[in-house]
């Protein structure tokens, strides 16, 4: 009995603690109201209302709900500024509101402006591939340099879609040029580089940037659609190249900087961001690819620079630990995805092939591609991810097939990507009943492999031209989250009732490159942005409200 009431006592204290740390968490955090109308003074119902704090760089975004009205609490305190945008029209950015701790702040906005004309569906600062301008090389000095040494890693519409001023064309040669040395290829000479940075500048010059609303839906946002919040924050290195990103088991996001070079830290609760800096001996700074965090807390992520190693975090003791990168595996220490299996091997897909450390012992191994095998030239390596049965699929992104490996046999099989056209699958991750999804780019869907058959099927967001890029699955209700990459939206697909929802970010071009469901709270989803050629890194994430990701 005794026993029984300390317990009911601790309990009771434990919860009154917890209410009070809440409570205080609420008392120094502000709201934002308001309601949002049409030229005519009328209510506007589904239209989007965005909130920005500039000196703390945060970007919030929520959708109006009945009789116009929007909130936006949990806002730190600060000066505020608030745009509607909904049903073809505008407002204009509201004056700078304070919004004090524990306060409500009430910010109206009229749609009288119209919005921006509609951006077409294209990679960010790009030309759209399906334009038919971007199918030939244009004549002149450095075209054949080009059509020959720039297409051993990608295809030439890589170069015919881009659009970047002298300054970006000469920072993206430098990249490619190392990257080519850090896999082995033969690098151009001096002159050759010289040639293709004239033959680019002339032929490819930057696209005028889009206005922020230019992605943005012209219609009224209705339904599970209107049940979301954004949270962003820019990075002052606005070209550090914030490619991935992955969430801790505290709900923390983290992503990698590819051109910052460091690790960049978002907590959602305090939305405060940090930064830390691994330990360079060769290169001013590390080249940061795909991460991946362990369910114990450990980042795992390569090094494509010069280092030439692959490299962990441990998040709670601030640890790095360094793990060099064999010569004997082709290709640089880079590669595009990593992914964690359950017997804690770490995989990476490379050139035609899958690469894997074993972190207990240090043993690398690799598994090269029937296609490589065959023709020795690069069929492509993209996403990763272990299947439920524990056998590892990599995408080859230059052949439109999907790679097996089985980590027991060494054996290596091939599937081709049953669509008409080209497919260019990307990332992927693995479903709650053990099976891959992958975005396939180029046609726009997402693919289904049945890893029991091997079978594949393809799904059709509600957006054409999408770009479908990065996938993540919320476990808990097997939904499968994807970025629709050329159109600026998050789009969450539910096999079970075959529905699909759209849930578009605040700006144009936001470039999303990956997203991550937190296991722990599905109705968060993660995602980070490139911010390459003109753009702005970013991180950030949408948060679904009245419980919608459970339906």
């Not at 006592?9 to 409570?23: E, H, K, S």
């Not at 280092?307 to 064999?326: G, H, L, Q």
């Not at 260019?424 to 992958?438: C, F, H, L, Q, S």
């Amino acid at each position: 009995m005794f026993k029984d009431l300390t317990q009911r006592a601790v309990t009771a204290m434990l919860m009154l603690f917890v209410t009070v740390c809440f409570a205080r968490a609420a008392d120094n955090r502000g709201v934002v109201t308001g309601v949002v109308k049409n030229s005519s003074g009328k209510p506007v119902v589904g239209a989007f209302v965005k909130v920005k704090n500039a000196e703390r760089r945060l970007t919030f975004m929520v959708v109006s709900q009945a009789q116009g009205r929007y909130t936006l609490d949990q806002l730190p305190p600060g000066k505020y500024t608030a745009q509607g945008v909904g049903n073809g029209f505008q407002s204009e950015w509201s004056e700078p509101m304070e919004v004090a701790a524990g306060k409500s702040t009430k910010i109206d906005l009229s749609l009288t402006a119209p919005q921006a004309a509609p951006l077409r569906a294209a990679w960010p600062s790009r030309m759209p591939e399906e334009d038919p301008s971007v199918k030939t090389l244009p004549e002149g000095a450095g075209k054949q340099i080009v059509a020959s040494r720039c297409t051993v890693c990608h295809e030439f519409t890589e170069v015919t879609t881009t659009r970047m001023d002298r300054d970006g064309w000469q920072r993206t040669l430098r990249e490619m040029r190392q990257n080519m040395k850090n896999a082995n290829f033969k690098d151009l000479s001096d002159d050759e580089a010289k040639s293709v940075l004239e033959y680019v500048v002339a032929n490819f010059p930057p696209l005028p940037k889009p206005d922020p609303n230019s992605r943005l839906p012209r219609t009224l946002m209705q339904g599970e659609a209107m049940k979301y919040r954004v949270v962003e924050y820019e990075l002052e290195d606005t070209k550090a190249e914030t490619h991935d990103i992955a969430v801790d088991p505290n709900g923390v996001g983290w992503a990698n900087q590819r051109v910052g070079g460091k690790l960049g830290r978002f907590d959602p609760e305090t939305l405060e961001y940090t930064e830390v800096t691994p330990q360079v001996n060769k290169v001013p700074k590390a080249r940061m690819g795909n991460l991946q965090i362990s369910s114990n807390g450990i980042i795992w992520l390569p090094d494509g620079s010069a280092e030439r190693r692959w490299m962990s975090y441990d998040i709670k003791n601030a640890k790095w630990t360094y793990y060099d990168f064999p010569a004997s595996i082709r290709g640089g220490s880079g590669g595009n995805s990593m992914a964690i299996a359950k017997d804690g091997v770490i995989w990476n897909s490379g050139p035609g092939e899958a690469r894997s450390l074993k972190p207990a012992t240090g043993e690398w191994k690799s598994y090269d591609s029937p296609t490589w095998l065959k023709t020795k030239m690069n069929p492509g390596g993209y996403g990763i991810a272990v299947a439920g049965d524990g056998k590892v699929w990599f995408a080859e992104n230059n052949v439109d097939k999907m790679a097996r490996v089985d980590p027991a046999t060494g054996q290596v099989d091939e599937f081709k990507v049953p669509v008409n056209g080209k497919a260019y699958p990307r990332r992927m991750a693995t479903d709650a009943e053990g099976n891959i999804w992958v975005g396939l780019w180029s046609a726009g869907k997402l693919m289904k492999i049945d890893t029991k058959t091997a079978e594949m099927t393809t799904f059709d967001p509600p957006t054409p031209f999408s770009g479908a890029y990065s996938i993540s699955v919320d476990k808990t209700h097997n939904l499968i989250w994807a970025t629709l990459h050329r159109v600026d939206k998050l789009a969450r697909y539910n096999p079970k009732t075959n529905t699909w929802v759209e849930f578009p970010l605040p700006q144009a071009e936001t470039d999303v490159r990956r997203i991550e469901v937190d296991q722990h709270n599905p109705n968060r989803i993660w995602w980070s942005s490139v911010g390459n050629f003109g753009g702005q890194a970013r991180m950030g994430y949408i948060e679904l409200l009245n419980g919608s990701g459970s339906k």
